[in-house]
Structures are given as C-alpha cells and as structure tokens.
C-alpha cells in the first residue's frame, strides 16, 4: 500500500472526483446512470440520515484515488444491523496497491464501531482481479442474487 493513502469519510469539494470515479466504476459493469442520480446519491452520502449511504474515500498525495459506498440497515435473522458494502472502486493506477483493501477495513472498521459485525457486499463473477482480493479477506457464501425483470 503507498505510504501516503489516507482513508477518510467524502467531503463536498471531493465531487468532481468522486463524480468521476463513480462514472467509471458504473462503465465497468456496463450501466449509466442519469445526472439527477448523481446529483441525490452525492446528496444523500453528505447526509445524516443513518438510513442513507455513507462513503468512504481513499486519497494518495491529495488526489482521490479511491471510493466505497456502504449502508447499514436491519436484517430479519438478526437483532443488530448488518453493512452493505455497494461500491467499491479504485483508479486503474491505485489498483494492486492495497488501496481496495483499505476501503473494505475502513468499512470493516466503521461496522465494528456501530456494533454491526456482518459486512458484505455482491460482485458480478467475471470480477477476477477483485475477486482475489475478497477472497483473502471475506467469505464467499452460495446466495445466488435473483431480482425482478
């Protein structure tokens, strides 16, 4: 990992980055989304509602090198809640760095902090690289996700 990465929550002047990041994390699995979409989830993350998103950014030599997106929510088999870990993305040239890695401990680290213990989070099967990097640190379960047409 560069000795300079820093892991902190976003900030309002990070949206032009964070904006572009985004972008580019939605190009890799193939969607787009309209601009009022970017426009109310960067809302929603400055936010304090706890039913909204948080973000976690990863910054190298004051640029943003990396995002995650992550929400705490009930879940029926359990008393406390569990994190959902939606995005994550690092820049082609933060990749390999432990940047990733980063952002699912700061994750793992917030989860702790509200007494959350289940993170997780979903990836499409052709993710090889990223996969190699869950596999180190979570668990892979049998859940097939289905969802409506």
Same mark, same amino acid.
């Given at each position: 990992m560069p000795d300079t990465v820093s892991i902190r929550p976003l900030r309002p002047q990070d949206r032009a980055a964070w904006s572009e990041m985004w972008q580019d994390y939605l190009a890799f699995y193939e969607t787009t989304v309209? /601009?009022?979409?970017? /426009?109310?989830?960067?809302?929603?993350? %400055? *936010? /304090?509602?706890?039913? /909204?998103?948080?973000?976690?950014?990863?910054?190298?030599?004051?640029?943003?090198? *990396? %995002?995650?997106?992550?929400?705490?929510?009930?879940?029926?088999?359990?008393?406390?809640?569990?994190?959902? %870990?939606?995005? %994550?993305?690092?820049?082609?040239?933060?990749? *390999?760095t432990g940047v990733g890695r980063a952002l699912i401990e700061a994750v793992y680290a917030e989860a702790d902090r509200q007494g959350t213990p289940t993170v997780y989070w979903l990836t499409q099967e052709f993710n090889t690289t990223a996969r190699r990097l869950y596999d180190r640190i979570a668990k892979v379960t049998p859940f097939i996700k289905y969802q409506r047409p």
């Open positions: 309209p /601009d009022d979409i970017y /426009d109310s989830t960067f809302a929603r993350l %400055l *936010g /304090d509602d706890p039913q /909204d998103f948080n973000c976690f950014v990863a910054e190298v030599d004051r640029q943003l090198v *990396g %995002l995650t997106h992550y929400l705490f929510h009930r879940h029926a088999w359990k008393a406390e809640n569990v994190c959902y %870990l939606q995005d %994550l993305y690092a820049r082609p040239q933060a990749r *390999g």
